[in-house]
């Protein structure tokens, strides 16, 4: 299992979504300032499986999942001052 750094915008067409591994907005797009910038940590096997738990975590999965980007995050903590460490977040997962 390898854990991830993953970005995606979020439309709010896309409906909510739940995940419960540590997740933030941490911006928004200066196009649409309603599309939040999503950054999260998830665990998977390859990039390919973080993208699905991304979009396993919607209501209803979405047609156009906007990725910016995912990437190892090796042994590192996704927590910082930025992203700090919420009493819901699991990690490991």
Do not use: I, N
């Given at each position: 299992m390898?854990?991830?750094w993953i970005s995606w915008?979020?439309?709010p067409e896309d409906g909510p979504f739940e995940l419960h591994t540590p997740w933030?907005?941490?911006g928004f797009t200066?196009?649409?300032p309603?599309?939040?910038t999503i950054v999260a940590a998830v665990q998977a096997e390859s990039e390919e499986d973080a993208w699905d738990v991304v979009l396993?975590?919607?209501?209803?999965?979405?047609?156009?999942l906007e990725k910016r980007?995912?990437?190892?995050?090796?042994?590192?903590?996704p927590f910082s001052d930025r992203?700090?460490?919420?009493?819901?977040?699991?990690?490991?997962?």
């Open positions: 390898t854990a991830w915008y979020a439309h933030w907005v941490s200066m196009e649409d309603s599309r939040d396993m975590s919607y209501d209803e999965v979405p047609t156009q980007f995912c990437d190892p995050l090796g042994d590192k903590e992203f700090p460490r919420a009493d819901w977040m699991q990690w490991p997962a």
